[in-house]
């Protein structure tokens, strides 16, 4: 009788992820191109191929969306990457984005069954192969055209474009209504576009992608801060629904005397300059300059501190430190953004405070001063508390100072509106389980719900808001009657 099963599946036994050619750190510094160079087919297939395809799945559960990540990994083993990218965007519409810049490490990856780092194993290199499969698409123009329902005849307004707003935006326009972003800044894409810097996000992945949204009929108002060109409730006056997905972009201060010299950026306003403005190429390929410098600190330990640091980098200062008030085990950023940060040269000093910024006589930074600390007993949040050794200051003599400390939401759009509930002290909208707002025509949705967090998280909430609001339009009630939402779905075009 013929043998009708399935071929054996061949597992590739690896303890390691298979590397990922990069950019070598004596080069890159010199460049803004993005460093880690991504798998050829080849490596892609490779890496799949060391999953194991266990029973229990927990790399599932550990993803924020819930991408069934065995399948992919299991279609990408077998070539199939059109299939397997089918897979990712049942749950997740941007790929080569959340490949790039998704915590691989503290979700899926972290639980994988593979992951023994006692016994030398490392799991299966999830995020590397999701990036191979959206650079996969846009190389060979793979796009999965989303299908955009008939007219509701309903007009919805989304404010901010950051991956919150852009996932309700395609959502909303693929149920059919008439939808437009207003954005701040001139250019769409939130944190992803002036935040992240181009070695990192090559930009181009987010212009396609934005650009497929305009060709389902999403218009865009740029340079439109609402709050300021025209209120909340003139908006709301015109439009059937609003969805604020305006971030958390203000920046946070240490409180230190002068931090109001000549030379002290926010993290947000130097990444800006930098990313957004084209600074760095300034004069000659942009109008908005950076300063020139020579010697800079960047205080704090998270993405947009290393983002920074290495942004300084790149300018060909003489020296970088990053300065940070806790140990090591603390610092919040990615590990691959710390790794790579060391290898460019940052200069890191752990366990020093900043407590005053010196002028250089002229109303400029010229140094900054750090109490040198050490760990003490867990704090409420767990960690080790850092506390002052006494006597112990150390003076970094510096021109720049850039603050990566934390940032809140702007209260820009809220000010005039009381009656839209926000929590107290951290300024973020309350919404209820349908992401609405005390305003029941204004939902919202990523960090200006949940404070900084992530994209991934940003995404998911942009889409359960998009569904509630679909509703909404269409019967007046936003609670859901069937099933569960919260995917990032498919349908996305690109
Ligand atoms: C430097 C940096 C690096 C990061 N790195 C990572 C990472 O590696 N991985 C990760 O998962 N997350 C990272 N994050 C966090 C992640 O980028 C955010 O959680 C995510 O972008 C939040 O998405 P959002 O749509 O809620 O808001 P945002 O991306 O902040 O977008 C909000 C948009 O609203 C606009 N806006 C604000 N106010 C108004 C107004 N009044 N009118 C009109 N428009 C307005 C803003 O200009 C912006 O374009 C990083 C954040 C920063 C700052």
């Not at 506390?387 to 970094?396: A, D, H, L, N, R």
């Amino acid at each position: 009788m013929a043998d009708t099963s399935s071929p054996k599946r061949e597992i590739n036994k690896s303890k390691t992820k298979i590397p990922m050619r990069e950019q070598a750190p004596g080069d890159r510094i010199f460049n803004f191109e993005e460093v880690p160079l991504g798998y050829n087919e080849i490596e892609a297939t490779q890496e799949a191929l060391r999953c194991i395809q266990c029973k229990d799945k927990p790399c599932v559960a550990g993803c924020p969306v819930g991408i069934d990540i065995p399948a992919f990994l299991k279609l990408v083993g077998e070539k199939d990457y059109e299939g397997a990218l089918r897979k990712i965007k049942e749950k997740n519409f941007l790929p080569a984005i959340c490949g790039r810049v998704c915590p691989q490490e503290d979700q899926c990856e972290m639980v994988c069954t593979l992951n023994k780092p006692a016994k030398g194993r490392e799991p299966g290199g999830v995020g590397r192969v999701e990036r191979f499969l959206g650079d996969y698409a846009m190389e060979h123009d793979l796009t999965i055209t989303p299908e955009v329902a008939p007219p509701t005849g309903k007009k919805v307004a989304i404010i901010g474009s950051g991956p919150a707003g852009l996932t309700a935006a395609s959502d909303l326009a693929q149920k059919g209504h008439d939808v437009t972003v207003f954005e701040a800044l001139h250019k769409p894409g939130g944190v992803l576009f002036y935040g992240i810097p181009q070695f990192r996000l090559p930009k181009e992945i987010l212009v396609r992608e934005i650009d497929g949204l305009k060709d389902m009929g999403v218009k865009f108002v740029m340079n439109y801060p609402v709050g300021k060109a025209e209120s909340l409730n003139s908006i709301r006056d015109r439009f059937d629904a609003v969805m604020i997905g305006t971030g958390a972009g203000l920046p946070w201060f240490l409180g230190i005397p002068g931090e109001n010299l000549n030379g002290v950026y926010s993290a947000n306003e130097f990444l800006t300059r930098v990313n957004l403005m084209g600074g760095y190429k300034f004069p000659g390929g942009a109008d908005t300059p950076v300063k020139k410098i020579k010697r800079i600190a960047v205080i704090g330990a998270g993405n947009t501190a290393m983002d920074s640091a290495r942004t300084a980098k790149r300018l060909q200062p003489e020296v970088v430190y990053l300065v940070y008030r806790r140990s090591r085990l603390e610092m919040p950023a990615r590990i691959e953004e710390i790794h790579h940060a060391e290898q460019e040269g940052v200069d890191f000093n752990l366990l020093h405070s900043p407590i005053e910024i010196v002028d250089d006589g002229k109303g400029a930074v010229g140094a900054i001063l750090c109490q040198e600390m050490e760990l003490g007993e867990p704090d409420a949040s767990g960690r080790r508390r850092p506390v002052p050794i006494e006597g112990k200051v150390k003076e970094f003599a510096v021109d720049t100072v850039v603050i990566a400390i934390g940032q809140g939401p702007n209260p820009l759009l809220t000010a005039d509106v009381p009656e839209l509930e926000r929590d107290p002290r951290k300024g973020i909208i309350k919404t209820n389980e349908w992401m609405q707002s005390s305003l029941p025509d204004c939902f919202a949705a990523g960090d200006i719900v949940t404070g900084g967090a992530t994209v991934i998280l940003a995404m998911g909430q942009g889409r359960k808001a998009a569904d509630a609001m679909h509703r909404y339009l269409m019967t007046g009630d936003p609670a859901r009657k069937d099933g569960e939402a919260g995917d990032v779905c498919g349908n996305f075009p690109g």
